[in-house]
């Protein structure tokens, strides 16, 4: 599923990635993929923001703003009937 492109506040730090993998198994839309010894962005603009990534990754090499951009958008959007937009 794809959501409102370029609007994600997902950063990754590659440098503090130690490839444990946490982020690859609690990722609900696979915005992660196993890349040599550690992992990268695959598609950020499936994220959903929900901040499991984040929050199970140990050494902070993960930072999201839960609840805003693209969640919010599409959570507003179904509750109201309306298109999501990050307005």
Do not use: W
């Not at 690859?24 to 839309?29: A, I, K, T």
């Amino acid at each position: 599923m794809k959501y409102l492109k370029n609007v994600v506040t997902l950063q990754y730090d590659s440098t503090k990635c130690t490839g444990c993998g946490r982020c690859l198994e609690v990722c609900p839309h696979r915005v992660f993929q196993p890349e040599g010894k550690k992992v990268k962005i695959a598609d950020r603009d499936a994220c959903m923001e929900c901040g499991a990534c984040a929050r199970n990754c140990a050494f902070d090499a993960i930072e999201v703003t839960e609840g805003v951009g693209c969640a919010a958008a599409v959570i507003i959007g179904f509750f109201t009937g309306t298109e999501p937009t990050c307005g």
